[in-house]
């Protein structure tokens, strides 16, 4: 009877070794499933791969409440398994927890180079726990040598509703920024990520594209001198590629288009260097074009109302009726909104009154808006 039992006991325990050092396709330990949640932060992809264990393991045994602080260990502890004597909490179950990121961040204020990393979590039961990047990605946390981490950040325990697998996940979502998230029963994990370099590093990456196939295109150009515009960056550049737009990037494979949209790109990189006067030029030179239309002049108009320069967008406004007489909505709607800022209440309302009448179908929906206008403006004269 004992050679029996102890022949079932290293049976097992072979099985199971076996299943980790296998290379088969077959159920993981625990059945603590392989998961993986990437988030983008404007162009710096962040991925973290991690096997996810469960409270109810089995179905039948409900490990709530104790799953932090024994499941989970605090500190660090003998695990009595492989070389190391002092290991922290693998973050996961199985192998080890990783976290890629596709360039450099900042982690809680401090600096992390682009790769991929161990994870692991310091808990701890009171004070803050501490995350753990790790150059050694081992089997678990069986390996973990201090010597290889290349940071430590803290973090604070907070309140979670009830969730049975433990999850990764990423939320306060931001431009610049995002939280990962470490959660599982009713505990969660921040890590604040940020990065503070975003806008510089989606020019490195358009300057990349644009000598490759995205290059051939005048579009293209454009789209990257406006995006330089619109951030207030790299404009000596940027001005270079909205000339290239205009005249093409590829002498015999390319042919830049010279019209009122690229031409008010160079204006707009133009006026973020301090070059208004030679931004008007130009622009000047887009409302002459044939393909200046009442709709395009109108929306450059009231960007420059918007930027606060009230008589040249009046100017514009002018223009545009000038040379759009038969348009009876847009050149009235840009009078309309000029004479409201300049405060010409006649004026402004005789135009209002032209655009209430002339509303395309397309935009039937802001009538009310257009009539509200024009009624503040009457009770008000």
Not at 30 to 38: F, L, N, P, Y
Not at 188 to 194: A, G, S, V
Not at 349 to 370: C, D, F, H, M
Not at 372 to 380: D, P
Request: hydrophobic fraction near 40%; glycine fraction near 6%; include cysteine.
């Amino acid at each position: 009877m004992k050679i029996a039992v102890l022949l079932v006991i290293v049976l097992t325990s072979a099985l199971a070794f076996a299943q980790e050092t296998s290379e088969l396709a077959i159920p993981p330990n625990g059945d603590a499933e392989r998961a993986e949640v990437s988030q983008w932060i404007g162009p710096v992809k962040i991925s973290i791969a991690y096997h996810s264990p469960r409270v109810h393991n089995p179905a039948t045994n409900d490990r709530t409440g104790h799953i932090w602080g024994e499941l989970v260990h605090y500190g660090f502890v003998d695990e009595g398994f492989g070389p190391t004597q002092s290991a922290p909490w693998r973050a996961g179950a199985n192998e080890s927890t990783t976290i890629t990121l596709s360039d450099d961040v900042k982690v809680d204020g401090k600096d992390l180079k682009a790769g991929t990393y161990a994870l692991f979590l310091d808990l701890e039961k009171t004070g803050p726990s501490f995350w753990i990047f790790s150059r050694h990605q081992g089997w678990g946390s069986f390996q973990y040598d201090p010597k290889y981490d290349v940071l430590r950040v803290p973090t604070n325990s907070q309140d979670a509703p009830f969730t049975e697998f433990l999850t990764y996940g990423f939320d306060e979502r931001r431009p610049d920024s995002a939280t990962a998230f470490l959660q599982w029963e009713k505990k969660r994990f921040p890590l604040k990520i940020d990065v503070p370099n975003v806008t510089e590093l989606y020019v490195a990456k358009i300057r990349q594209q644009l000598e490759s196939w995205p290059g051939f295109r005048y579009e293209d150009w454009q789209t990257a001198a406006q995006f330089c515009a619109d951030n207030k960056i790299n404009l000596d550049e940027a001005l270079i590629w909205a000339d290239k737009a205009i005249s093409g990037p590829f002498r015999g494979a390319s042919v830049g288009h010279e019209d009122f949209s690229t031409l008010q790109t160079k204006a707009a990189v133009l006026d973020g260097m301090g070059r208004e006067a030679d931004a008007d030029t130009v622009m000047q030179k887009a409302f002459t074009l044939p393909d200046a239309n009442a709709v395009q002049i109108y929306v450059y108009a009231m960007h420059v109302l918007r930027s606060g320069k009230k008589d040249k967008a009046m100017k514009i406004f002018v223009l545009n009726q000038q040379k759009h007489p038969d348009d009876k909505f847009w050149t009235s709607l840009g009078l309309a909104r000029g004479y409201t800022a300049v405060g010409d209440k006649t004026n402004a309302i005789a135009n209002w009154e032209i655009v209430v009448r002339n509303v395309p179908a397309s935009l039937k929906g802001q009538t009310a808006n257009y009539e509200s206008a024009l009624k503040k403006l009457k009770e008000t004269s």
